[in-house]
């Protein structure tokens, strides 16, 4: 393990833990650096251990680190859109896709707005969780494939295709 390559991040490592606790205070200060504001938190916790502020931000634009890498901790961003597409827009220009939710009382339009985001989960009118009988993964950088479910254990067999045709059925190609 050596720090300076930053292969030191091992989850179960404490050293790991506090490493991730700096990348994440580096991301928010980029980001309040570069203009962001934090309408809460923003900061770690003063307290012994890996602790970090809830922390809202908001007026996160592309330039940021918080725009386009993954925030592990207590940490949401906040956009405020126009529309719809806007909104849809913005969901999706993001090299993940793990999972995403839509609140809304009209439950078409969350449904139309829901099916246009790129993730391998949506849910609407309720964050993103995981539940046993639902496949979880994602798309993009956030992988690919399922897990749990009846669709998950698909993932880890082995199939093969069998095509039985008569002994007397002429051979042919897909073009006839």
Same mark, same amino acid.
């Given at each position: 393990?050596?720090?300076?390559?930053?292969?030191?991040?091992?989850?179960?490592?404490?050293?790991? *833990?506090?490493? &991730? $606790?700096?990348?994440? !205070?580096?991301?928010? %200060?980029?980001? /309040?650096?570069?203009?962001?504001?934090? =309408?809460?938190?923003?900061?770690?916790?003063?307290?012994?251990?890996?602790?970090?502020?809830?922390? *809202?931000?908001? &007026? $996160?634009?592309?330039? !940021?680190?918080?725009? %386009?890498?993954? /925030?592990?901790?207590?940490?949401?961003? =906040?956009?405020?859109?126009?529309?719809?597409?806007?909104?849809?827009?913005?969901?999706?220009?993001?090299?993940?896709?793990?999972?995403?939710?839509?609140?809304?009382?009209?439950?078409?339009?969350?449904?139309?707005?829901?099916?246009?985001?790129?993730?391998?989960?949506?849910?609407?009118?309720?964050?993103?969780?995981?539940?046993?009988?639902?496949?979880?993964?994602?798309?993009?950088?956030?992988?690919?494939?399922?897990?749990?479910?009846?669709?998950?254990?698909?993932?880890?067999?082995?199939?093969?295709?069998?095509?039985?045709?008569?002994?007397?059925?002429?051979?042919?190609?897909?073009?006839?």
């Amino acid at each position: 393990m050596d720090l300076e390559d930053g292969s030191a991040t091992v989850i179960n490592d404490p050293l790991g *833990v506090i490493l &991730g $606790v700096q990348t994440l !205070m580096d991301q928010v %200060r980029d980001a /309040l650096d570069k203009g962001a504001t934090a =309408v809460v938190g923003g900061g770690r916790v003063d307290h012994p251990g890996a602790f970090v502020q809830p922390t *809202v931000l908001v &007026g $996160v634009t592309p330039n !940021m680190r918080a725009f %386009r890498e993954e /925030l592990f901790g207590p940490i949401a961003v =906040v956009y405020r859109v126009r529309d719809d597409d806007e909104a849809v827009s913005l969901a999706n220009d993001s090299p993940y896709g793990l999972g995403g939710a839509v609140f809304g009382s009209d439950i078409s339009r969350a449904r139309a707005v829901a099916s246009r985001i790129e993730s391998g989960m949506v849910w609407i009118n309720h964050p993103t969780s995981s539940e046993p009988e639902l496949p979880f993964g994602g798309i993009k950088r956030s992988g690919y494939g399922r897990e749990l479910s009846h669709l998950g254990i698909k993932e880890f067999a082995n199939r093969k295709l069998l095509v039985t045709m008569g002994a007397d059925t002429p051979i042919t190609d897909a073009l006839g």
